[in-house]
């Protein structure tokens, strides 16, 4: 077995302090925003009667799906055995613990009564996917935890097995959830797909990984460390492979969508003359966020820099795929009456424009912040960075 | 219309149709049959046509809504005239909407569609409000059970615990539900509603309760055009049902078989 | 506004308690005190108008009845478990279309909203009074109309008519307008 050890407090104290008060910042702008949303309604908002899900919706589905996509390093050490991943299982633990949190509070921060948080959580309608993806978050958040405690505790050393193997289906099972949110809805040409459950989970492992990519590459620079060279050349691999599957997938549902004589002036809007969402999705999804990192994970050479690079582009390129899927999706006008022309003074028939407010932004930024304090803070009090040699660290133990 | 079916029905006022029109005379006697529970033997001992499920049209305060009872509205395009919008003006002031001054924020629970057909350029124009679908999409959907379907087939939102998240917007086939953007003041005591919950046509429930029609229905009557006539679904002897299995009616969007409440004539 | 109100109702209860702990200074007088504290804090929100009238160092809320009467519960009852009448009505009302006028929402505005605003708001408004004095914010307002509506005279008549109208066809034909 690889010996290793965490290190223990990383990092200069100005440095700590720092970026919580950078964290801090965002998280104050979010909450400024969740008043403002709170007090005059969503008028205040670029969301309307049309696109009733938005930019907050956007960057919290993404954080929601990159949260079990993430914990896939811990999963791989513990549920398919293989060593070099072990040492990561509790960086990968909390991330996924501080990714759903942070995505969960962007959705209740947007909800019309968010003072009725409580009645979610109390009155539960169990044939609602929501519903049911909210019991699916509440034990992702128990076993995760339960996970990490094992994972980090020696005594408890026993149980990191059986408890990996339950997160792992777990995690399978929420984002098959969370991707049917989108599925289930039938009426919707952009939706309505069975296609949608497992898409969601390749691109859950592709986002959650490169979030966990970028995360340990700032720790290692934070205490002055580097990742081990050959772990993380396996890592580059994986996301290569799921970055590459995520946009197999994308095509298997564009083309098959296209196939369908009904769909066929959706894919053409999103395709062709979808404005700002045909720009999303070549540019953001595909190019951004798909071939661009394949090429930097894929060429020849050291990885290094190449790698965060990568992971960052892949999490911009998230973004806009759930912007195409989110907005792209409600933008394209509801058929109603097919075969018909229609108008009305409720925007039927048109491509509804959409045009985002800074507080939306703020909320969603707010949530990437919250995931970002509490790992800064779960990082700096406790021990989640390996190292690779036995002697000289955790000299304070 | 061509068909005789008796014009002075649907010229009149709704509700006395649907609560029995000429068989009006034994209304008096009706609450209290009820009230003695010897309903069913007071049922059989009426005239022939008149059911005790029509009762409910004018159910007592303390009585649930009924099962046996499904509202429903036949919607008759060829009278629908383009260019009225008497049903929406008609819902917006009974249920204290107000005007529509941002039509992308604003509620509305009723609108009226222009449709021409792509093929042959065949234009008409129509209302559209919620289906109230037996199997309804936005019922499935919300987390909470805040969209709920009652006894008697209206979809409603229960307000009270809502808490706002839209999921039956993105569900809905008919855009049939407006989030409320502002605070609102100006509620109709009988229809409450608020900033951050969803709502939707309630076919006027509180009026329906207490024996009334919906406003948009009487609205089309008052205007001449009597292209809406609501009724009972579910019995037999109503002027919806006679009429229903007369002329061909058609569900918006049945290939998704939600079982709407509310149907097409002519389209 | 209203956080001043459980502080001011403290007072009287730890009084006796204080009296006791005088008197013997023993460990039973500190138990003393703690129950009595512990009861005071448990029947706060029952009897904290009970205390604040008694204690007359509290600014009382200034409850004004608009249609002296009888409620529809004895004071005591309603005082207490209003907010469970209430929901107990709207949930049958909500989901089942019960409609009984009783406990229903409008009938306590129509019976205490001031004559002066011809609300029950705002000041001098029969709940807001009381509730800012016992720091509870009901969200009843944030949908529910607080005014009377001058339903009969307003914008409402035509609607309001039609349904008294087909209330009383309901009732039966033979009866005389209202």
Request: charged share 15%.
């Amino acid at each position: 077995m690889a010996d290793y050890t965490y290190v223990d407090r990383p990092g200069r104290p100005a440095a700590f302090w720092g970026l919580l008060a950078l964290g801090a910042f965002f998280l104050l702008a979010a909450f400024a925003a969740f008043l403002d949303f709170e007090h005059h309604g969503h008028i205040v908002s670029g969301m309307d009667n049309q696109i009733v899900w938005g930019v907050p919706h956007v960057f919290a589905v993404f954080l929601i799906v990159a949260a079990s996509g993430v914990l896939n390093v811990a999963s791989i050490g513990t549920v398919f055995g293989k060593l070099p991943y072990k040492p990561h299982a509790p960086l990968s633990g909390l991330l996924a613990l501080a990714l759903l949190a942070g995505g969960l509070a962007v959705v209740a921060a947007d909800l019309g009564r968010p003072d009725r948080l409580i009645v979610a959580m109390t009155h539960f309608n169990f044939k609602s996917i929501f519903a049911i993806n909210m019991l699916f978050y509440s034990g992702f958040f128990a076993i995760v935890a339960a996970y990490l405690v094992t994972l980090m505790e020696r005594s408890l050393k026993p149980y990191a097995r059986p408890l990996g193997f339950l997160a792992f289906f777990w995690r399978l099972a929420l984002t098959t959830a969370t991707g049917s949110i989108f599925g289930f809805l039938v009426a919707r040409s952009a939706y309505g797909s069975a296609i949608m459950a497992p898409m969601f989970i390749i691109y859950s492992f592709a986002y959650g990984l490169a979030i966990f990519l970028v995360a340990q590459a700032a720790m290692a620079a934070w205490s002055g460390g580097r990742p081990d060279a050959a772990t993380l050349a396996r890592m580059k691999n994986l996301l290569a492979v799921f970055v590459g599957a995520a946009l197999y997938f994308t095509a298997v549902m564009h083309l098959t969508s296209l196939y369908f004589a009904k769909q066929a002036a959706y894919e053409r809007f999103i395709l062709l003359d979808g404005g700002v969402h045909t720009l999303m999705f070549w540019l953001g999804q595909v190019g951004v966020g798909g071939v661009l990192p394949l090429v930097l994970l894929l060429a020849p050479g050291s990885c290094g820099r190449r790698v965060v690079v990568a992971s960052l582009l892949v999490v911009l390129g998230g973004l806009a795929q759930m912007w195409v899927t989110i907005i792209g999706g409600q933008a394209w006008p509801l058929e109603i009456f097919p075969g018909y022309r229609v108008s009305s003074s409720f925007q039927d028939g048109v491509i509804n424009p959409y045009a985002p407010t800074l507080g939306e932004f703020a909320l969603g930024f707010g949530g990437f912040a919250l995931a970002f304090v509490i790992t800064l803070i779960a990082v700096r009090v406790l021990r989640f960075q390996p190292q690779g040699a036995a002697a000289g660290a955790g000299s304070e133990d | 219309m061509s068909e005789p079916i008796e014009p002075t029905r649907r010229a009149g006022d709704e509700a006395q149709a649907e609560t029995g029109g000429n068989r009006a005379a034994p209304l008096h006697s009706r609450r209290d049959f009820i009230a003695a529970t010897a309903a069913a033997v007071a049922g059989l001992g009426l005239a022939p046509g008149i059911r005790l499920v029509e009762v409910a049209a004018a159910k007592p305060d303390d009585e649930p809504a009924s099962a046996k009872v499904r509202w429903g509205m036949l919607i008759d395009t060829t009278r629908c005239q383009t260019g009225c919008d008497a049903c929406v003006s008609a819902c917006n002031k009974e249920n204290h909407l107000g005007e529509t001054r941002n039509p992308r924020t604003d509620a509305q629970w009723i609108r009226k569609i222009d449709l021409t057909e792509e093929q042959t350029g065949q234009s008409l124009s129509l209302p559209m409000l919620c289906q109230h679908c037996d199997n309804a999409p936005c019922v499935d959907v919300c987390p909470t059970g805040a969209s709920f379907k009652r006894a008697d087939g209206i979809v409603l939102v229960d307000r009270h615990i809502c808490i706002g998240c839209r999921y039956c917007m993105m569900a809905c086939p008919y855009k049939a539900r407006s989030f409320v953007h502002e605070p609102h003041e100006d509620q109709n005591p009988l229809v409450p509603r608020g900033q951050g919950t969803v709502e939707s046509c309630t076919l006027c429930v509180h009026r329906l309760d207490r024996g009334g029609t919906p406003a948009c229905v009487e609205a089309c009557a008052g205007e001449g055009h009597h292209a809406m006539l609501f009724g009972d679904l579910n019995d037999p002897q109503s002027a919806i049902a006679r009429r229903l299995r007369e002329v061909k009616s058609t569900e918006v969007r049945a290939d998704l078989k939600l079982g709407t409440a509310i149907r097409y004539e002519g389209l | 506004m209203s956080a001043a109100a459980p502080a001011a109702a403290l007072p009287r209860p730890p009084a006796a308690g204080l009296r006791a702990t005088q008197a013997g200074a023993s460990r039973r007088g500190m138990l003393r005190l703690l129950l009595s504290l512990a009861a005071a804090l448990l029947c706060l929100p029952g009897s904290l108008t009970a205390h604040a009238a008694e204690s007359g160092r509290t600014p009382l809320p200034a409850i004004e009845i608009a249609n002296p009467g009888q409620c529809v519960e004895p004071k005591d009852v309603i005082r207490r478990d209003h907010m469970k009448f209430l929901r107990h009505q709207r949930d049958l009302t909500m989901h089942e279309g019960i409609r009984t006028k009783k406990y229903s929402l409008n009938e306590c505005v129509s019976c205490h909203a001031s004559k002066k605003t011809g609300s029950v708001l705002g000041e001098g408004g029969f709940c807001q009074n009381c509730h800012d004095y016992a720091a509870v914010r009901p969200d009843c307002w944030d949908c529910h109309q607080p005014r009377v509506q001058p339903a009969a005279k307003g914008r409402a008549d035509a609607a309001t008519a039609d349904l008294l109208q087909a209330m009383q066809r309901g009732r039966g034909g033979a009866e005389t307008k209202p």
